[in-house]
């Protein structure tokens, strides 16, 4: 199972990511051919004082949304591996997400955080707490965001799920004949068998936290309010 998710990875995130890198260096504007600049582009960035805002942001959203992504997906994989009536459905429902394109994902959200009329701000009100300006307010703009990146778990909880099941059954059945409980078999059996796989995905995660931040930066924020949701893809445009 580890091969198809390095191959998967090093074809649709590493070398983007690489190519990208590369371009950092030309001159490019899609429609004619990449020239070379050196480090003309890095000269530009570095005097623009938005550079640090952007970094300040970026850095936030990466170190948020990246380890929250594998946490979700490692929940959602120790529950719903075991083959049980109706898991599929569950399985399903939590993959959604991951499968909608980028900007139907947006404006979904657009209209889940309007503060007017949203469900978010609804389901607030019903049970009694504040509702919140949360993409107009410097201080909940940037949390939005990383709260809608991290619904989309379904593929981390699929290779999770198949990490999870592919695990030797004979440890946890010496270790239950032992007395072990649920959280020691997780802790001292299950953690360390599946930390290759947790280590793979937050690198993915986190490559992929900033390679997937510009879309909805662009559709629902333009990286406002006050510069709060401007991270360097969108600096960069």
């Known amino acids: ?3 198809p998710f390095l191959v998967g990875a090093t074809l649709l995130v590493i070398l983007p990511a690489l190519y990208t890198a590369v371009l950092a260096f030309t001159r490019y504007d899609a429609l004619a051919a990449p020239t070379w600049s050196g480090l003309a582009n890095f000269r530009t960035l570095f005097q623009r004082d938005l550079f640090w805002i952007a970094l300040r942001n970026s850095l936030t959203y990466v170190g948020l949304a990246a380890p929250l992504q594998l946490l979700g997906a490692l929940l959602l994989a120790l529950l719903l591996h075991h083959p ?3 898991v599929r459905q569950y399985r399903v429902a939590a993959y959604l997400p991951s499968v909608i394109p980028e900007v139907a994902y947006a404006l979904i959200w657009l209209w889940i955080f309007n503060p007017l009329y949203g469900p978010l701000n609804k389901v607030l009100a019903w049970v009694g707490l504040p509702t919140l300006n949360w993409l107009v307010s410097e201080d909940t703009a940037l949390i939005s965001l990383v709260l809608m990146s991290c619904l989309r778990v379904g593929e981390g909880m ?7 099941q592919g695990l030797p059954t004979v440890y946890f059945q010496v270790a239950a004949l032992d007395g072990g409980n649920r959280w020691q078999l997780f802790r001292y059996i299950t953690l360390p068998l599946l930390a290759p796989w947790l280590f793979l995905l937050l690198l993915r995660d986190i490559l992929l936290s900033v390679q997937s931040s510009f879309v909805p930066v662009y559709m629902m924020t333009s990286g406002g309010p006050n510069y709060a949701t401007t991270l360097l893809p969108y600096l960069v445009y």
């Open 84 to 86: 049980r009536r109706g």
């Open 1 to 3: 199972m580890l091969a």
């Open 158 to 164: 699929l290779l999770l799920i198949a990490a999870r």
